[in-house]
């Protein structure tokens, strides 16, 4: 088979050669003008479409090059403000979190003013009941911080309830809505005594019952109702709730009504436990 022969030539020859090429067109052009002017408007019609042609090509290439990189500079952008966004959502998210937190303390302030003759510990809810009311929660402190089982507990403007149970780091409260909590309390204003009776079909009106109040008793709308001297595990003078309402039963011997609560029962974060326990009472005495 017969191989064909390459033919190779030297760029620098091809390049003198199409100098010459151009020269000649140059000077033929210019020496020949009227001859060559019919090809060179023919050129020039052909020609200047094309040119139009890739004007426009070149003009939108350039815009969209220009919206490209817009996008691209909006979406940088969208990406930073998304990010600063977030940074903002999380850090008032924390600010909230401290101002809640700030409220609670400052309740707990009051609350600890209103009963300094008492000492006291804070502490945090961390489980309850599976139902919408705190009739029954833990709490994050328990026999290693000084809690131990009857201590009474308060929160918002009172009363909560009584630790049942303790363990080393947690302990399990009652509180006065629960079905079984019944609290000996007594008027602040005529100290007529009464029982401050748990009721979870009555909280959810915001009331707690009371009862056995005695038909001559002087207890009003509006009155405080505090815990009395002769509860066997509820320490005197903490307040429960202001009367709402208060008739004479069917029995006509003795009075009923309801409370309004001092605490708010659907809401409870923070807690104050009293360390100290009522002393104890002859059982003779003794009045839930």
């Known amino acids: 088979m017969r191989r064909r022969t390459k033919i190779t030539i030297n760029p620098k020859y091809l390049l003198i050669l199409c100098s010459i090429l151009c020269v000649g067109l140059i000077i033929i052009s210019y020496r020949y003008k009227e001859k060559v002017a019919p090809v060179k408007t023919l050129a020039e019609e052909i020609v200047a479409p094309m040119q139009k042609g890739i004007n426009h090509v070149g003009l939108w290439i350039a815009d969209k090059k220009e919206i490209f990189t817009s996008m691209q500079t909006l ?25 809640y937190e700030l409220e609670d303390l400052r309740e707990l302030y009051e609350l ?15 489980s309850k009941d599976s139902n919408n009311w705190y009739n029954q929660f833990c709490i994050d402190k328990g026999s290693k911080d000084g809690i131990s089982k009857n201590m009474n507990v308060l929160a918002g403007d009172g009363l909560v309830g009584i630790v049942t149970e303790v363990g ?22 005529s100290s007529d005594i009464c029982n401050v009776k748990g009721n979870l079909e009555l ?16 207890i009003k709308e509006g009155d405080e109702i505090v815990t009395s001297h002769i509860s066997d595990k509820f320490l005197q003078g903490i ?22 609560p001092a605490v708010s029962f659907d809401s409870l974060d923070t807690v104050l436990v009293i360390t100290e326990l009522k002393k104890e009472l002859p059982k003779e005495a003794i009045n839930y």
Do not use: F, H
């Not at 990406?79 to 101002?99: C, H, P, R, T, V």
């Not at 600890?112 to 961390?126: F, G, L, M, Q, T």
């Not at 909280?203 to 002087?218: M, Q, R, T």
């Open 75 to 99: 979406i940088g952008e969208n990406k930073k403000l998304k990010e600063e966004l977030d940074n903002i959502s999380y850090e008032n998210k924390i600010l909230k979190q401290e101002k």
């Open 112 to 126: 600890d003013k209103k009963y300094a003759s008492y000492p006291k510990v804070a502490a945090r809810v961390i």
């Open 168 to 189: 080393s780091n947690w302990s399990k409260v009652r509180t006065i809505i629960d079905d079984q909590s019944n609290v000996s309390g007594m008027s602040l204003k």
């Open 203 to 218: 909280i959810d009106k915001g009331l707690i019952e009371i009862e056995l109040v005695d038909k001559a008793a002087d």
């Open 239 to 260: 307040l429960i709730g202001y009367v709402k309402s208060i008739d004479v039963d069917a029995s006509n011997t003795t009075k009923s009504g309801y409370l309004t």
